[in-house]
């Protein structure tokens, strides 16, 4: 049914006379689009001066992806040492016990 809807005159006339009616703001921004002025198009237009201050996309990528692994990196070895010192503490709570038994 919908795949008749979406193919027909009929359902794209509905689409957009529901499009178009419920919003009621929607009509006036789309009727007031006003061009850029010459003061904002210059301050958007590339200055050659400063082209030598821009990033490369290429460089940015590789430094957030080497950030990415060393901070996995030290987020694993945290958990690891973690992980180690509380195995230390539980065999040290077990020979302590079989120690203090034992005597």
Do not use: W
């Not at 921004?29 to 904002?40: D, T, W, Y």
């Not at 201050?53 to 040492?81: N, P, Q, W």
């Amino acid at each position: 049914m919908a795949f008749f809807v979406n193919n027909t005159a009929i359902g794209s006339r509905l689409r957009s006379h529901l499009q178009t009616h419920s919003d009621p703001f929607s009509i006036s921004r789309r009727q007031f689009h006003i061009e850029l002025g010459a003061r904002e198009k210059a301050l958007l237009a590339d200055d050659p001066v400063l082209r030598r201050f821009k990033s490369h996309h290429k460089t940015v990528r590789l430094v957030k992806r080497i950030g990415d692994v060393l901070m996995i990196v030290v987020a694993a070895g945290c958990c690891y040492e973690i992980y180690v010192r509380a195995v230390m503490r539980e065999e040290a709570r077990s020979k302590a016990k079989g120690a203090g038994s034992a005597s």
